[in-house]
Structure formats: structure tokens, C-alpha cells
């Protein structure tokens, strides 16, 4: 045996060689006995491995390894957009599936409270077993920032978890991988999906406005872009820039990154408004006369906003608005989407093509009208800017301030 104890270390450490390459490294045990076990397991792995033989279960990746080499993989090939989403993803599976983190990262600390079973590829082939209690796992995780209730899981978040765990066997049981993985079968392929809960609620332009006067600034800012260009998204908003984001005379809003750019190719770009070109004209003019901390539009406290969850609860019930998901009538930030729509459906002079084309409802319909120019969307926005008026609330909000007029947030 060729196992050996440092004396700074508590684990043994092996070395060997076959067919002239070395293999070395920590055996995780430490007594003696376990770590000669480990290296007689590890030289079996090698020889089968390098003879071409399926790898035995025991061999597999841990789940924690593989999805550290599929990240990799999937930033080499530059094939995901958001690598950040891909990352987050990966962290929330691995609290089930992968092992404690050893706390050295600060970015991925342990915790508290989840299994972290540090299971292996292997595992939850060999037991379906395993795919039931990922599921029971899914039912009792709560999630929420704040001071509001935690929330549970939304069936599109459980899909998402889902479908990242079907992803990493996907890639573990492509030719060049399987003799490496052993992976020959993939058992989150088949794994049944979460249906989605379909939510129409919606408010009136009156319910938006008042929703609106109670929102702190930074989220008065997102609520009113969603509101006047009902096609972007909340992340789509948060992450606009000056400079980049908008033409020079703030008639286009350009999008390079959207949830349907996989199927169209094309950036988005959505017109602007006039009350929508009025308001990005006067942060505009705030952000020159700043000292450029950040190049983004909806900031709080001269920094990039990730989440206005908080803020935008707290003004929905400040309005008397219910909030969440999980309240029957609740609002949250995509019902400015749907009340957009409403409005628009409302509107007997628009076409289907105009409605279509202006909110970008599902992947089909906004591909069959991708021949109408943005300016063509131009007249729709701008009759919606008037169905909502939010001129003089918007002025109020974000005007130039005459002494003494208060502010229009409420705190």
C-alpha cells in the first residue's frame, strides 16, 4: 500500500501509478485501514476504467462533483445566458443532493437545516426512492427575504430545480462522458412536472396609481417602466442601463438579453412612450448630475437593485392592495403585466396583431408578428400611457420639486 499520513494533515493521503500516469491525492479517511480500503477501491475504479468497463455505482461523481464539471462545461461552450441563474440553481439542488459546504466560500455558506445527503450519481438510479423525497423536500422548503411570511416553493421554481438536475444527467449520459460518469439512464427525464397554477389577477388604472404613490422610489421607478412598456419583465427592467439600454433621444428601449431571444435571434425593443420618455428624461438628467456610481436606471442607494419584493409589498398594502402568490386576489409585481393586458383588451380600436405584438404574450404569438417594426407598437403604448395616466403622479413623483410640495411617497 502506498498510503501515508502528513503531519499537519488528520486525513491519509495516497499515490500510486498505472500505466505509467499518477494518481494522488487525500483519501478523506482517517485511520489507516479506511484510507488502504479507499485506495483499493480507487485502483479497481482505474483499472476498469482505463480497460473500458461500465464504472460500478460506488465509482460514480459525487453529485456535488459533477455539477462543479457541468458548470464548467456549460461556461466553456458559452450555451446559457445566465450563468448567474445557472449558479444559483445548482447551489439551492446541491442542499438536497450534494454535500455541506465546508464554509470557506462565503458565497456558498452551509444552511442551517438542510440534508445535504452528498449523494452520488449513481444513487438515485439505483433508488427511485430518492426522487420521492427530493419531492417531499421541494413541498416543505419555504423561501422569502424580509420581514414578510416565508412563502412556499412556486410550482415553476420546483420545475426549475427539476429540469437542473435533468440537465446535469443529460450531460453525464452524452458518449463522451458515460465512461467517466456511468451514467447510462437518466431519471429526472421522465420525472413528472409541476402544473402551473394559471393567476389573472389584475388591478384598475386607479388601484396602479395608488400602488404606485406608495411605493418607495426605487420600486415607483420599476412599477412605472412596467407599467408604461408592458412587454419587459421585472428582471428585464432591472437590469437597464444608461448608455446601453435606450437610443439617445429615448424613443427605443433595446433588450439583448430576454427570455425569448433563444427563439428569435433579435434583441427586444420595445417603444417609449411619452409619459415613459418624460420620466427616463428627468432620472436621466438626476443620474448626469450624480457622480456615476452605477450606469443602472433603478438603483437604491446609488447601487444595482436584485429584488424590490419588499418594497413592492409594502406599497401594495400600504394601498390596501392583498399581496402574494399564496393570498387569493394577492398582487405582486407581474399583476402590472396582467393589468396592462386587460387594459389593452379593453381598447376596442387595437388589432390582435397590435395587442400581440406590444405585450409579447407567448413565444408563437410574438414569432408571428416579429414582420411589424417596434414604431408600428408605438401608437398601442401610447394609447395605454393614457388609460393609466400616470403624467401628474409621475411628475409629482419624480418633477422638479417646487418648495413647499411634499413628496409623494408615503412612508
Do not use: C
Amino acid at each position: 500500500m502506498t498510503v501515508w499520513k502528513e503531519k499537519d494533515r488528520a486525513a491519509w493521503r495516497y499515490r500510486f501509478y498505472y500505466h505509467g500516469k499518477p494518481h494522488k491525492g487525500s483519501t478523506g479517511q482517517l485511520t489507516r485501514e479506511d484510507a488502504e480500503e479507499f485506495e483499493t477501491d480507487l485502483k479497481r475504479k482505474v483499472r476498469r476504467a482505463e480497460h473500458g468497463l461500465q464504472v460500478l455505482p460506488e465509482h460514480t461523481p459525487t453529485i456535488s462533483a459533477w455539477a462543479d464539471a457541468y458548470f464548467a462545461y456549460v461556461k466553456r461552450k458559452g450555451q446559457v445566458r445566465r450563468l448567474d441563474r445557472v449558479d444559483e440553481l445548482l447551489r439551492v439542488v446541491l442542499r438536497f443532493w450534494g454535500a455541506r459546504p465546508t464554509g470557506t466560500d462565503p458565497k456558498n455558506p452551509p444552511i442551517a437545516g438542510e440534508p445535504y445527503h452528498d449523494l452520488r450519481l449513481a444513487d438515485p438510479i439505483r433508488d427511485p426512492e430518492w426522487l420521492l423525497k427530493f419531492e417531499s423536500w421541494m413541498d416543505a422548503r419555504r423561501v422569502g427575504t424580509g420581514k414578510g411570511p416565508k412563502r412556499s416553493v412556486s410550482s415553476q421554481t420546483r420545475n426549475h430545480y427539476i429540469s437542473m438536475m435533468n440537465r446535469l444527467y443529460r450531460l453525464a449520459s452524452r458518449p463522451q462522458f458515460i465512461k467517466k460518469t456511468g451514467v447510462r439512464s437518466n431519471p429526472f427525464e421522465t420525472m413528472e412536472r409541476y402544473r402551473r397554477r394559471g393567476r389573472r389577477v389584475t388591478v384598475t388604472a386607479e388601484e396602479l396609481r395608488e400602488w404606485l404613490q406608495h411605493t418607495p422610489r426605487h420600486a415607483q421607478i420599476a412599477i412605472a417602466i412596467a407599467a408604461l412598456a408592458p412587454k419587459l419583465r421585472l428582471r428585464n427592467v432591472l437590469e437597464l442601463r444608461w448608455g446601453s439600454s435606450f437610443d439617445d433621444g429615448f424613443h427605443f428601449i433595446t433588450v439583448a438579453e430576454h427570455k425569448t431571444v433563444d427563439v428569435t435571434g433579435e434583441p427586444m425593443v420595445v417603444p417609449i412612450s411619452t409619459p415613459l420618455r418624460t420620466l427616463l428624461e428627468v432620472l436621466h438628467g438626476t443620474w448626469e448630475r450624480s457622480r456615476h456610481k452605477t450606469t443602472y436606471v433603478v438603483t437604491y442607494r446609488d447601487h444595482p437593485v436584485q429584488s424590490i419584493r419588499g418594497s413592492v409589498r409594502a406599497g401594495a398594502k400600504a394601498a390596501g392592495l392583498k399581496y402574494g402568490r399564496e393570498v387569493k386576489g394577492g398582487v405582486t409585481f407581474h399583476t402590472i403585466r396582467h393589468t396592462a393586458a386587460t387594459l389593452l383588451a379593453e381598447l376596442p380600436y387595437l388589432t390582435e396583431a397590435q395587442r400581440a405584438a406590444t405585450m409579447g404574450q407567448d413565444i408563437p404569438t410574438t414569432q408571428g408578428y416579429t414582420h411589424l417594426r417596434p414604431e408600428s407598437q408605438r401608437p398601442v403604448l401610447e394609447a395605454l400611457g393614457k388609460v393609466m395616466d400616470l403624467d401628474a403622479l409621475l411628475t409629482a413623483a419624480f418633477g422638479p420639486k417646487e418648495e413647499g410640495v411634499p413628496p409623494v411617497h408615503k412612508p
